[in-house]
């Protein structure tokens, strides 16, 4: 590294990986407690919706929240600006 | 009291078997008695960098199997005293060990008065990695400061969290500690790498040690001898910290920080 340096702007990619880090951690340290059968309740949930709307499959959000004593399941789709 | 230390990281190649050779070598050169285990069913690699490869009669399967008593499976280290080696078989056989098994040999080495037992985990999330972390009191999880080391890492402390012995019994579960490896501090400084502080953050995890990146590493398994006994190098420092904050002493982080460069040296570049 010399002067040279000073002039190349190199982006901090080592903050970059610690935001996506972060970010996927977070999300998959809060699925950790939840039931065995959210992947396949979310992917046939994403089949249904998706017979009547084309919607991403990372538009939908599933969630178990934990509030004293008992659980309750979130389910939010994002719907596209035009259905088809 | 024996304590069990895992070794894992959930990754392949961050570093769990130098890492498991190492800290065996430095707990047993204080005098402690030590056994180090090798997990890695069918792709046994200890004894290598252990430096015994050509000493493995009986294996780890074998004692499970009662092929062989424990004391004719012990390798025992020709440079320190104390110092005791299982070997992996190179069995296909993915089931050959057992929880029961496992627990009956851990049972033996308690019993045969060994102060540590450390367990190198395979990679993977696999029974082999289940069965090494299983009666843990303590896991050291080996990471690069990397985006996939870190995060499987985390999938690991989940599983440490949940399906270990301590886990089940709830008795304050498994100790965690994080250990950096191929840690280079002119790249954190330079913000092209994930630095201590980051990791430490994203994990939540107490840091037991930062091994920087060093062609000593392979130096050591080229000729069979764990790296913490090459007393020139800055790794062999690193990893006789750890086992010091292992042992409960409080050390300074050392090689986490560039060594400061002179006025010339950073105009003309070094």
Redesign the interface.
């Known amino acids: ?5 000073l002039f190349r702007r ?1 982006p ?4 970059v ?2 935001e ?3 970010i ?2 977070a999300q ?2 809060s699925a ?1 407690g939840s039931p065995d059968y959210m992947p396949l309740l979310r992917r046939e949930l994403l089949e249904v919706i998706r017979k009547y709307v084309n919607v991403d499959p990372a538009a939908v959000q599933i969630n178990v929240e934990r509030e004293d004593g008992h659980e309750v399941l979130e389910f939010s789709v994002a719907l596209p600006d035009k259905a088809r | 009291m024996t304590e069990i230390i895992v070794v894992t990281s959930g990754k392949g190649g961050v570093g769990k078997t130098t890492t498991s050779a190492s800290i065996a070598c430095g707990l047993a050169r204080r005098g402690k008695r030590v056994a180090v285990i090798d997990f890695d069913i069918g792709l046994r690699n200890l004894d290598l960098i252990m430096g015994c490869e050509r000493r493995v009669v009986y294996d780890f399967v074998n004692v499970i199997q009662g092929e062989c008593t424990l004391k004719q499976a012990l390798i025992k280290d020709k440079r320190i005293e104390t110092l005791f080696v299982l070997a992996a078989s190179q069995t296909r056989d993915k089931d050959a060990l057992t929880s029961e098994g496992v627990r009956r040999v851990f049972d033996e080495l308690i019993a045969d008065g060994f102060d540590f037992i450390i367990c190198d985990s395979p990679a993977g999330i696999e029974k082999g990695a289940h069965l090494a972390m299983y009666f843990a009191d303590r896991a050291v999880v080996v990471v690069n400061p ?2 996939s080391s ?2 499987d890492s ?2 690991i402390l ?1 599983l440490l969290a ?1 399906k270990t012995k301590r886990a089940e019994e709830g008795n304050g579960g498994v100790r965690e500690h994080l250990l950096l490896t191929r840690y280079s501090p002119r790249r ?1 400084s ?6 201590v502080a ?1 990791v430490k953050e ?2 939540g995890l107490d840091v037991v040690g930062v091994v920087p990146e060093s062609t000593d590493v392979l130096s050591a398994s080229n000729a069979g001898v764990p790296v913490i006994l090459n007393e020139e190098s800055d790794v062999s420092r690193a990893y006789e910290d750890a086992v010091a904050r292992l042992m409960g002493e409080t050390v300074p982080l050392r090689f986490v920080d560039e060594p400061k460069k002179g006025f010339f040296a ?5």
Do not use: N, Q
């Open positions: 590294m010399g002067l040279l340096a190199t901090p990619s080592a903050s990986a610690k996506r880090l972060r996927i951690v998959e340290r950790r | 990397e985006v870190v995060r985390d999938r989940g949940s954190v330079t913000g092209e790498m994930l630095s980051d994203i994990l950073r105009i003309f570049g070094a």
